[in-house]
Structures are given as C-alpha cells and as structure tokens.
C-alpha cells in the first residue's frame, strides 16, 4: 500500500469515504438464485434457498442499517442518473449537429472520401505511401445525397492509402470483411515521402467523420494530422453524428507499428520507414512489433538508437453526440498524444481505452491467473512521450463496457482527467475493470465511476448463475477500480489525484486503488531511499462507496431446499432412516423432504450438516446458482 505524502480533506467530505481507500473489503456473501433442474426420476431436485443470518445472530443496529441503506441507495440511482444524463446531453449534440451546414461533402468527390492516385501492392511502394492491398477499390451506389461507399476485403489484411478520409454525415462507408479481418487505412496527405513525417505541421489536415462507418471485423484509421468526429457548433462546442459500428475500432494519429527495428549487424536500433511498418502488418498483423502505434522516430547523434522527431501530431477529439461500439468481445482504442472525448464510446465484454502518447505498448491478456493482468480480458496498454500528452473526458462523455474493462491512461509525465461518465459491470463470469493512470489524474466536479453488478440474462430470461460452493465463489472475480500514477518496468511513478467535488465512486463489493494499480508493482524511490509518494485532494461532497447492495429482497420460499426423493447416498451417515427394519420403524428413502439451509452444525460423532442433520444436504446447497 501507498502511503500519500499528502491526504486533504475538504469540508463536507466523510471519514469513511478515505477509509474505503486504505481498506480492501472481502467479498460479500452472495445471494441463491436458480436451483438445479432435475435430470430423471432418482435425481434430486433442489429449489433455491437463500443463506441469511442465524436465529441467534446480534440483533442489527436498525438506524445504521436504514441510514446505509439510504445513502446506498442515493448513490444507485445518482450513478443511473449520470448515466441517464450522458446520453441525453448526447442525443442534444447530436440534434445540434445535424442542424448545421454541411462542412464535408458525401461519397467518392473531392474533399470526402478520395483514395491516392495510381495505388500499388505493398511489394512496389518504395515510400509506403501508396499501398492499396487486400481489398477492392471503393464502390459508390444509393442516392448522391445519402450514398454507400462499399469497400471488399479480399485477404485477412488490407493496407488503403487514402489522401482524404472524410465522411460526410450522410455518407455509409461500410467493409465487407470476415470478423477477424483487419483493415487499415493511412491518410497520407501533408506526409513527407522521403521522413514519413508532416510535412507542414503547421497547417495540418485532420480526418473529419460525421457519417457512418460499418464493419464486421476490425478497422483502423491512422492520420498524422489527426482526427475530428463532429464539427464546431456556434458555443464552440464539438458536435458529431458520426455512427461506428465495427468488430474492433482504432484511430490514431500515430504511425503503425514500432518506431525502430535493429541493424543486421550489431543490434543497434534505426528508424522504422513506412515501407517496413506496412510489411510488418501484411505479414503479422497489428500486435507485430514491440507497439502497437508510435510516431515516426530519428536516428540519433552516434546513430547506435533512434529518439523522438520533433513536431507536433494531431489530436483526436470525439465531439458530443458521436456514437462508437465495438462487437461483442470487441475493442475500441483511441491513441494520440492528446485525446479528447465527448461522446459516446462502448465495448460489450471488451474494451475501450483511451491512450495518450507518442508510442503505445500492447500487452495481449486473456484474464487467467498467468496473463499479464488476470482481471483484464483484452489489450493493457502503456505509453511513452518525451512531450506533453493527455487525455480528456468531458462532462457529455460516456464510457462503458458491459463486463469489459475500460482504461484511461497517459504517460508518466501525461495528465488524465474525466469530467463524465466511466461505467462497467460485473457478471459471475466476466469481471469489470476500469482504470485510470497518469501523473495526475483528476475527477471533475460531479464525475462518475460506477461498476454494477450484472445479471447477464440469458436467452431464456433467466440470469447467468454459478454454483455456490466455495471453490466457485473463490474463483469469482470482484470489480476493480484503480487511479494512480502510470508505470513502467512495473515502477508506479508519483501521481497528482484530484477528486473533485460532488464526484462518485460508486462499485459495491469492489477493490477500490488510489494511488497504486497494481498490486505487484513497486514505488518510485528517490536517491535518497525514501518512496516517492502520490498525493490526493478530495474534494467537499465525493463519494466513494463500496458497500455491497442494499436492500436486495428474495422470497421466503428460497430459505428451503426440496429434495426429491432422498435415497442412500443423502442418509449415507444415517443408516437406521435407509431401510424400513422388522420392527416397521419410520424410512426417510424414497421420500420428499424440506431443509432450511440457514441451519447447520457438527453431529456429536463429528459429521457436519446444512439443513438437518440426517440428510446430507450440503453438496446440493452448493450446487445452488447464484448471480453477481
């Protein structure tokens, strides 16, 4: 654990919203859910039973449990409340921009969707600016004012070259591709042949989206110059309609691939041309080289390495009203060195990361206890910048990922901060994660992080269960909620946390790290010795509330278990109740009983029950679903 350098409370702030922070809570007991269908006439039925407190338990502090309660149920529905007026500031600005002029025109014309003159294979571009591979040329059909621009993948990786990638508000740019096809498109206008760099920094020409982009696998956009989806209304506020719909989306204005690859001879690092990068993709796909994107880089003094080319790259903003959603299982990632984000992004049992920097790192993690990180399912990224980055969500921005994990992170010297909406769930089977890291990282006033627990019903309307026996409630994964400062070589630098005033945390039975990400990771030590710490502002009116769910009611039927019809092996340990004996006495075989699960103890001879004593009832207690 971190100990903060400095810990400020304002007024109004409650003692035990700093508690939360310095104590990890176990996971609360779970509550019955299903029973087990029966498989045939000789195999038990067991209805669901509920574990509530023993007869004899101290009686509860009633106001204390009421005042909980209340304050739980407050922070419920201000999440869903948050949530609630995300979309609707969303749905404003997106009515506000279909109000406005026109600023890119629709199709295949001039200033909207124009692919380079003359493409090639990757094989003849000697600059690796007019790669057209693994797809056809675009087709336009529909009406001109509405038109859908049809491009065919014809291989599981394309490489487009385009020299203006805007999409008009009514426009469809859809790709037919399998789902675990890739396509990457490079926007090469204002990219210097000879350095791969822009050519006029000063004057850059960022993608503009407002249409629809549809896709069943993975598409990619990567502009130096940066990428805009929406337009600039009269309050100076970003506005968009744009619609993605894709398996899997990145945009970046970072360049494909590792920013070096080593000599032949002496290992030392040169600059990666575009030439190489493109290879690299066609030949082993996105997750190649040692990053997933990084700006264009020069050989240094000595020439034994390469350093970071100096001039600015462009931003990527998300105006408000912008709809992205992955794919169930899907990612959607944004990279640039300074991201902003007022619009609505979405991942269902996947991702969304928002990353900032002028090199990122992805690190494929499968969430098993080896993977790089067991609570993630997806792709943890890092970044490195030897300039200012950051990453921003707005007050209208809405994150979430559905039993998936979201992430907001800059580099050790990069700032983060949300001002919106961040959400995730937790099912039985797929844990939520959402992280944020930076070397400051601030909530803003009325910011919400909420992770719920999810259901996940299934087709038939029932929710997704586990067993409740302890080796399957072990393996249950909580919710986790981590801000601090980023990290590299698993070396959490010092972070400025800031939680402004009225924010909420709220994540009931989760793990909750300010200042810290990860739990194996170690401090920033000065040359003295001494551990370099973070430090933490929260601000009057913050919640941070952990507490498990309130006020979760279940029906009194589910305090039995019905076991029909016991046999042997349930009165394996009371044999006189197996057999009717000479004397006629009672037989519990063959009959229907009912025990209540809350009962339990250790006969005089040692064996220990649930429900009665003659019945051994315990295997199918635990066999008993439960929800998250």
Do not use: C, H
Not at 39 to 49: D, F, I, K, Q
Not at 373 to 401: F, H, K, M, Q
Not at 480 to 489: E, H
């Amino acid at each position: 654990m971190i100990s903060f350098a400095r810990i400020s409370l304002r007024r109004g702030v409650s003692v035990a919203a700093l508690a939360t922070i310095l104590v990890q809570q176990p996971v609360l007991a779970q509550t019955a859910a299903i029973a087990r269908a029966s498989a045939g006439l000789t195999t038990p039925v067991v209805t669901p039973a509920a574990t509530l407190p023993r007869p004899n338990a101290v009686a509860p502090n009633v106001a204390g449990m009421t005042s909980a309660s209340a304050r739980a149920l407050a922070n419920q529905a201000a999440a869903t409340n948050a949530t609630s007026l995300a979309v609707q500031a969303n749905a404003a600005a997106r009515a506000t921009a279909r109000a406005l002029a026109q600023t890119v025109p629709n199709g295949l014309v001039a200033g909207g969707l124009v692919p380079v003159a003359n493409p090639v294979a990757a094989a003849l571009d000697a600059t690796g600016l007019k790669t057209w591979q693994g797809a056809s040329a675009p087709v336009q059909t529909g009406d001109a004012a509405a038109p859908t621009v049809t491009i065919t993948q014809t291989t599981q990786r394309a490489l487009l070259s385009w020299e203006s990638f805007n999409i008009g508000r009514t426009t469809t740019l859809e790709f037919k591709q399998q789902p675990d096809w890739v396509v990457v498109n490079r926007i090469v206008a204002n990219i210097d042949p000879t350095t791969g760099r822009l050519a006029d920094s000063a004057n850059l020409r960022p993608s503009q989206i407002l249409g629809t982009i549809k896709a069943a696998g993975t598409v990619v956009v990567i502009n130096q110059n940066g990428i805009m989806f929406g337009q600039i209304a009269a309050n100076g506020q970003r506005v968009g309609t744009a619609q993605i719909n894709t398996g899997s989306f990145l945009a970046s204005s970072l360049e494909l691939g590792a920013n070096s690859v080593p000599t032949a001879v002496g290992g030392n690092a040169v600059p990666s041309t575009l030439t190489q990068r493109n290879n690299s993709f066609l030949q082993s796909g996105l997750l190649a080289g040692a990053a997933l994107v990084s700006a264009i880089a020069v050989a240094n003094a000595s020439g034994t390495n390469v350093v970071e080319a100096s001039g600015p790259l462009g931003r990527v903003e998300i105006g408000a009203g912008t709809s992205i959603a992955s794919a169930a299982g899907g990612y959607v990632i944004i990279a640039a060195p300074q991201i902003v984000n007022g619009g609505q992004i979405s991942s269902t049992e996947g991702q969304v990361s928002l990353q900032s920097g002028r090199r990122v790192v992805a690190s494929a993690s499968s969430g098993a206890a080896d993977s790089i990180d067991p609570e993630i399912r997806g792709l943890v990224l890092s970044s490195s910048s030897l300039s200012p980055d950051s990453v921003v969500n707005l007050a209208t921005g809405l994150i979430s990922a559905p039993r998936g994990y979201v992430s907001l992170g800059a580099t050790e010297t990069g700032t983060v901060s949300s001002a919106g909406v961040l959400t995730a769930t937790t099912s039985v089977a797929r844990n939520g994660k959402i992280v944020l890291t930076g070397a400051a990282v601030t909530l803003g006033r009325g910011a919400t992080i909420a992770i719920t627990p999810d259901p996940n019903l299934k087709a038939d309307g029932t929710p997704e269960t586990i067993p409740q026996s302890a080796e399957s409630v072990a393996a249950f994964k909580r919710s986790v909620i981590a801000i601090g400062g980023a990290q590299a070589s698993g070396v959490v630098t010092p972070s400025q946390i800031s939680i402004g005033a009225d924010a909420l945390i709220y994540a009931p039975s989760a793990r909750v790290s300010i200042g810290a990400t990860n739990d194996s990771a170690t401090v920033s030590v000065a040359d003295d010795g001494r551990a370099i710490a973070s430090s933490l502002l929260i601000d009057a009116g913050a919640r941070i509330d952990v507490g498990g769910i309130k006020d979760f009611v279940v029906p009194a039927s589910r305090n039995s278990i019905q076991i029909t019809p016991v046999k042997r092996n349930e009165l394996r340990d009371t044999p006189n109740y197996r057999e009717t004996t000479y004397d006629g006495s009672f037989t519990l075989n063959g009959t229907t009983l009912f025990v209540d699960p809350r009962l339990s103890g250790v006969r005089s001879d040692g064996v220990a029950w649930v429900g009665s004593p003659l019945i051994e009832a315990a295997s199918y207690f635990a066999q008993i679903g439960v929800t998250a």
